[in-house]
């Protein structure tokens, strides 16, 4: 009899069964008796338990497909998932462009005890599946069928703190909305959260939208640029007071046509922008308003998804991030 056999017959993990014989306190009471009934029933020895330095401690690391994906957001989170983890764990960094294929031969042969994933869909069907059979952990909101998507809702409350902050400290009374495509899911939650704030307050919000474009994400600045000059036009924007673009590549090559047009800052709309990419916004003056929607977002999400994997508090295997986004004000 070994761990691997009890893990078998108890229906739970090798690594819960090593916890259960180690005397950790993070095992559910079902599983720990569990495993220890066929203890007793089979005899299994102290002795022929595997040491806990040689128990599979890999988490692996994937960045799934996501066009135009800013590096800066990508390391910061990856960044307060290293801070949170510790020293018990490895991270294994995965090809970006892993199928459900090779994902599951990563898992047989790496002995990978979960998985970290930022993107917006899975690559194909069967890596879908193969996320049944592990613990994982999403960074950002995907894309599923109807019944999976994972919208985070610190999208929709981006969008509120946008409205609060043009409505109450820039007093504006006629705010305005860039709306436009994105493999982002969230991202539509971001505009609802604005729209829905300004009604609350009952300010008459304006929508831009950028018309005959894709997501935004697949184009190249100078295509982008021009998509957002034919809908910002000064027609569009006569009487506005401030603008909510829901991301900061947006948000700076709108500063970049406003200072083509010869626009003095104080004749602009108050801006405020979102993700907080120092890069993207490093020398716009006046400086934009911008919404950080990763203040300590992994450290909650992290520590119920070390839980799961070490067989404790029975919590939904495909975790979330809950997260209040911090706004960082202009100039």
Known sequence: M???????????SQATVSRVLNGHDSVVPEKREAVLRIVRETGFKQRAMVPKSAEPRNIGMVMLEFPMANPGIVLNKYENVLSSLGNEFSLVMLPSGIGGAALREAIRCRELCGLIMHGHRCPDAEFEEVLGEIPHLWLNSRQGDNRDSLIFPNNEYAGRLAAGYLLKQKKCIAPALLTFPSRNPGMESRFSGFRFAAFEAGVPCRQ?????????????DRTLEGCIDRAMTPEALAGVDGL?????????LACRI?????????????LVSCDNDPQLLMGLYPRPATIDLGPGMASLAIRTFLARIDGGAEVDRNIAIFARPELIPGE
């Open 258 to 270: 406003f200072g083509r047009r010869n626009v003095p800052p104080d004749e602009r709309p108050a």
């Open 208 to 220: 831009l939208a950028l018309a005959e474009c894709g997501d935004f994400e697949t184009l190249d």
């Open 244 to 252: 909510f673009i829901a991301d900061d590549r947006l948000t700076a």
């Open 2 to 12: 070994t761990i691997a056999d009890i893990a078998r017959e108890a229906g739970v």
